[in-house]
C-alpha cells in the first residue's frame, strides 16, 4: 500500500503496509526515544549525584587544642567497672507509678555517696537537691561566669527482670559483676545500658573533674530521676519544678539538654560498616486509646448476629491492617540516610544520595520490617483485649487498649481522626487516656548548631572510626517533663550496640562490655570539657572540618 506525500512530491509507504508523512515519521520517533533520552538523563542524574555525594555534617572546630582523655589504667578501668556493677546489684524496680523500689532507692543513694563523695559531700562547687526523696539535682559552678549553662540528665529506675529463665546460664538479673562472654568482659545486669551506666559514667566523669578543687569552666545541671520507667511524673516531673526555681533564682536559662536515647550503632544500618553515632533530635509521642462497645448481656444458646466481642475484634483488626500513613520524607530519618549516604556502600550510596527519587522504595523496605517500620510512621499496638467472664455467657462489654507512639510529622488529634475513620463503626466508643502526649518539637542540629556539634564532638573524640547522623528516638524518655526550660534537647548515650544488642533493652541479658563503658566515662568527660570551650560566643576561625579530620592524641585510649 502507497500513497503520495505532497512535503516531498514522493509516493511513500511505511512498514509495506502503513501510509506515513515525513511528520508522521518524526512524531514516531520522537514517541520512542524521548522516553529513552528521558531514562537516560534520569540515570545520569543519579550517577552524578551518588558519585558527588558530600558531608552534611561538617564538624566544627571547638578548641585548637587536641583533645585529652582520662586515659584510665587497667586497674582503673576495673574499678569503674565495679562502681557500675555495684549500682546494678541494688535492684531499683519500677513498677507502676505506685510501685517503685523506694528502699531499693535509698541504698542507690547512698552508695553513690559512698563513693563519689567530691561530687555528693565534699566539693564547694557542688549544690546538691534530693527531690520528692528519691530523685536527684546538682548544680556544678562554673569557674566562668559566661555562657549558658546546660543539663546531663539519667535515670536511677529499672523495668522488671521478667521470666528468670531468659536469663542466659542462669545468671542473677541483677549480678553486676564482670564476667567472660563471648570473647569479651562484660558488665552484666539489669541497668547496663538503660540506664546505670550514663548515671555512674556522668558522676565518674565529674569526680574526676572535681579532683584537687578543680571544676569546669561552664556551669552545668545534672539531674536522675528514680521513676523514668514508668512516666517520670514523680522524678523529673518533680525535677523541673526545682529546676525551674533555681533557674529563676540565679537568673540562668539552660542551653541544651543531653538525655539517654540513641547509641553508637554498628551492623543496624544497611550498607553502613562503620559505627554510626545516631544522635537523637525528638522522640516519640504517645498516647493509649481505649476502645469500648457495649450491647445486651445474653446467653451463648441465642446469641446475635454480632457480639461486642466479634465487633470489637473488627475494629482492633481493621487498626492493625490500616496502618497510620508513613512520612518517611517529612521527618528527621529521612536525614539520617542522607547523613550516612556518603559512607555506604555503593549500592545503598546511590539509594541513599537520591532520596528524592527513591524515597518511596526505601519507605517500602522499610515496611517491611516492624522494627523499621517503626522509625517512619506512627505504630499501633493492640497491648490489652477483656471481654467475657463465662464460657456460656455473651458479655455485655467489650475493652481493648491500643498504644501508639505518635511519630513526630503526626499529632494526637490526627492519630485519633485515623482510628475513627479506620474503625468506621459508631458502636465503638475511642477514649484517650490522661497521660497522652504530642511528639516534642525536633531540636535543631545544622552545622551551625554549637549544642549539637558538643556533642557530636564528644562522641567522634571517643569513637573517631564512627558517622554522625540525627533521628527519631521511637522510644519514651522524661525528657518531656523539661521542655518548658530548654529549646535544644538531644537524646544520646555512647553505648556500642549491635543488631544483636537491640533486644537487650528490656529484655534479657543487658550487659555492656568494659571497654565500652570506660568510653562511656570518656565522652561525658570529653562533653563536659568541649562544653567548656563554649563560655564565649564561637570565633571566626572555628571552621568547619570534615568528621574525619577529628583531632585525637596520638595516645587514644581506644585505639587497640
Known amino acids: 500500500m502507497s500513497w503520495w506525500d505532497p512535503e516531498s512530491g514522493e509516493e511513500r509507504v511505511c512498514c509495506g503496509t502503513f501510509n506515513c508523512s515525513r511528520t508522521h515519521r518524526r512524531l514516531c520517533c520522537a514517541a520512542i526515544w524521548l522516553p529513552v533520552l528521558v531514562l537516560l538523563a534520569l540515570i545520569a542524574t543519579v550517577l552524578i549525584r551518588t558519585l558527588t555525594m558530600s558531608e552534611r555534617f561538617e564538624l566544627a572546630s571547638l578548641s585548637e587544642e587536641k583533645p585529652v582523655f582520662l586515659n584510665p589504667d587497667n586497674a582503673t578501668r576495673l574499678a569503674w567497672a565495679r562502681t557500675l556493677g555495684g549500682a546494678i ?12 523500689s523506694t528502699e531499693e532507692l535509698a541504698q542507690l543513694h547512698s552508695f553513690l555517696q559512698q563513693h563519689f563523695p567530691l561530687v555528693f559531700k565534699q566539693s564547694p562547687h557542688v549544690e546538691r537537691r534530693y527531690v520528692n526523696t528519691h530523685s536527684i539535682l546538682l548544680r556544678v559552678e562554673g569557674s566562668q561566669a559566661k555562657g549558658k549553662p546546660y543539663m546531663l540528665a539519667g535515670h536511677l529506675d529499672v523495668v522488671p527482670a521478667g521470666d528468670l529463665e531468659g536469663w542466659r546460664d542462669g545468671l542473677d538479673p541483677f549480678l553486676g559483676e564482670v564476667v567472660e562472654q563471648d570473647g569479651d568482659t562484660f558488665i552484666f545486669g539489669r541497668g547496663a545500658i538503660d540506664d546505670k551506666h550514663s548515671v555512674v559514667g556522668i558522676l565518674l566523669a565529674l569526680e574526676s573533674m572535681l579532683q584537687d578543687g578543680g571544676q569546669p569552666q561552664r556551669t552545668l545541671y545534672v539531674a536522675f530521676g ?87 475484634a473488627a475494629a482492633v483488626s481493621r487498626l492493625e491492617e490500616q496502618r497510620s500513613p508513613a512520612r518517611f520524607r517529612d521527618g528527621p530519618e529521612y536525614d539520617t540516610f542522607t547523613y550516612l549516604a556518603p559512607h555506604a556502600s555503593f549500592l545503598y550510596k546511590m539509594i541513599f544520595s537520591n532520596l528524592w527519587l527513591l524515597s518511596g522504595a526505601v519507605s517500602s523496605v522499610l515496611s517491611g520490617s516492624y522494627e523499621t517500620d517503626a522509625i517512619q510512621r506512627t505504630t499501633t499496638a493492640v497491648t490489652i483485649f477483656n471481654a467475657g467472664f463465662k464460657e456460656n455467657v455473651i458479655p455485655g462489654k467489650a475493652e481493648a487498649t491500643i498504644n501508639h507512639r505518635i511519630h513526630p510529622m503526626d499529632t494526637i488529634e490526627t492519630i485519633l481522626e485515623h482510628d475513627r475513620e479506620v474503625i468506621g463503626d459508631d458502636r465503638v466508643s475511642i477514649t484517650k487516656s490522661k497521660n497522652s502526649f504530642n511528639p516534642p518539637p525536633i531540636s535543631p542540629y545544622s552545622n551551625d548548631v554549637m549544642a549539637f556539634q558538643v556533642v557530636a564532638a564528644s562522641a567522634l573524640q571517643v569513637f573517631p572510626e564512627g558517622h554522625v547522623a540525627p533521628g527519631t528516638l521511637i522510644a519514651n524518655t522524661d525528657t518531656k517533663h523539661y521542655l518548658h526550660l530548654v529549646d535544644q534537647v538531644y537524646r544520646f548515650t555512647p553505648a556500642f550496640i549491635t543488631k544483636s544488642d537491640t533486644k537487650r533493652f528490656h529484655g534479657f541479658n543487658e550487659r555492656i562490655s568494659v571497654a565500652n563503658f570506660v568510653q562511656t566515662v570518656e565522652f561525658y568527660h570529653r562533653l563536659i570539657r568541649n562544653a567548656d570551650t563554649q563560655v564565649a560566643p564561637p570565633t571566626a576561625r572555628e571552621t568547619c572540618i570534615q568528621a574525619e579530620g577529628v583531632p585525637v592524641t596520638s595516645a587514644h585510649p581506644f585505639s587497640d
Open 89 to 100: 546489684k541494688i535492684p531499683t524496680v519500677s513498677r507502676s507509678e505506685s510501685d517503685l
Open 226 to 312: 528514680h521513676d523514668e520507667e514508668v512516666s517520670g511524673h514523680a522524678g523529673a516531673g518533680h525535677i523541673a519544678v526545682e529546676l525551674e526555681q533555681m533557674l529563676e533564682e540565679k537568673g540562668e536559662k539552660l542551653d541544651f539538654l543531653l538525655d539517654e536515647g540513641m547509641f553508637v550503632m554498628q551492623g543496624v544500618v544497611p550498607g553502613v560498616e562503620d559505627p554510626v553515632v545516631y544522635i537523637g533530635v525528638v522522640e516519640k509521642g504517645w498516647t493509649t486509646v481505649n476502645l469500648t462497645v457495649t450491647g445486651q448481656q445474653s446467653h451463648s444458646s441465642a446469641p446475635p448476629r454480632e457480639s461486642t466481642i466479634g465487633i470489637l
